[in-house]
């Protein structure tokens, strides 16, 4: 049996995997079969350049620094499975897992399988290199929009993430325009006002977005709309588009056996890592909805690695 098992292998899990060794603990982690929301790395694996993690003054490489996360979690002992887990049994001890026919025993888990962004479902978004970073199309503003500084760019969307975006990418960007598929938006009243203030954010409403240019050249040079009230078509240059409809949390394993609110994001007790279920632990991006970067992640698999030392050391008897 083991003592600690760690369900996802980006920034949360690789972190966790790392404490958890370097404290004798002999940490499992499942790193994904390699689908679209359990890939090895996490969502990092899809970017490009990051250049807001801490220790890479010049930037690094998604994938790169998802691949030294994990030499350094291998390292210190970390046991490394590949695959997708398929059910979990919370309801006694040990805990249970299986993947593909076998079964996992462990002690204590944690669950540091993230998010994936929502995007509009264009084939070109599947055909579109991955990670594009800066120079094309992405879900975060924060991660990317420094690349599209004094550039054109749109964000698809009309809720509060869709607001934030744009606010957020008026402080550099040339312009900003809100493609909605409404006549309003959904966002709350506060986030309304601030978007409809700034100079730089244009709206188009009652459309949606149909293709992306130029898939050729390897860049974004405009998306083309459609306005769904009058079938008109058009053409908006822009430089970059951020898709901000939102996220998914990856949680549905634990429908039923895990405290999670009404979007699926997994319920931490304050200040902790703790779930409601006893020597279970949540990090990342599957119970962070505000802040969802590698940086937050990493901090709250270390959290997540001491919230299970210190519940096992209370509780020498469920190691068997």
Not at 26 to 37: A, D, H, L, N, Q
Not at 104 to 115: F, M, R
Not at 184 to 207: E, G, V
Not at 226 to 242: I, M, Y
């Amino acid at each position: 049996m083991r003592k600690v098992t760690i369900i996802g292998s980006g920034p949360a899990g690789l972190t966790a995997a790392i404490y958890a060794a370097r404290a004798n603990l002999s940490p499992t982690v499942i790193e994904g079969g390699g689908s679209e929301k359990n890939i090895p790395g996490g969502q990092l694996m899809i970017t490009t350049d990051v250049e807001n993690y801490p220790g890479f003054p010049d930037g690094v490489q998604g994938p790169e620094m998802m691949e030294l996360f994990r030499r350094q979690a291998a390292r210190f002992g970390t046991e490394i499975v590949a695959g997708d887990v398929t059910r979990v049994d919370l309801s006694e001890r040990p805990f249970r897992l299986w993947i593909a026919d076998e079964v996992l025993e462990t002690a204590t888990l944690i669950v540091a399988t993230g998010a994936s962004a929502k995007w509009l479902g264009l084939d070109v978004e599947r055909k579109w290199p991955a990670g594009l970073g800066g120079r094309g199309i992405s879900a975060c503003a924060t991660c990317d929009g420094f690349f599209f500084r004094d550039q054109d760019v749109a964000v698809a969307g009309g809720g509060d993430t869709a607001m934030e975006e744009a606010n957020f990418l008026a402080r550099m960007c040339r312009s900003v325009t809100v493609i909605h598929r409404r006549d309003q938006l959904r966002a709350s009243k506060i986030m309304q006002d601030r978007a409809f203030a700034n100079p730089k954010i244009t709206f188009r409403w009652d459309s949606v977005i149909t293709g992306i240019d130029d898939f050729a050249a390897g860049k974004v040079t405009a998306a083309r709309l459609r306005n769904v009230k009058t079938c008109e078509e058009s053409e908006l240059p822009v430089q970059g588009l951020f898709v901000a409809i939102g996220h998914q949390p990856n949680s549905s394993l634990f429908a039923g056996q895990l405290d999670m609110d009404e979007r699926g994001y997994l319920i931490a007790q304050p200040g902790t890592t703790y779930t409601n279920v006893p020597g279970v632990f949540a990090a990342g991006d599957i119970t962070d909805a505000v802040y969802r970067q590698a940086v937050t992640a990493a901090g709250m698999g270390c959290m997540a690695a001491i919230d299970a030392e210190r519940w096992l050391e209370a509780h020498p008897s469920v190691e068997g």
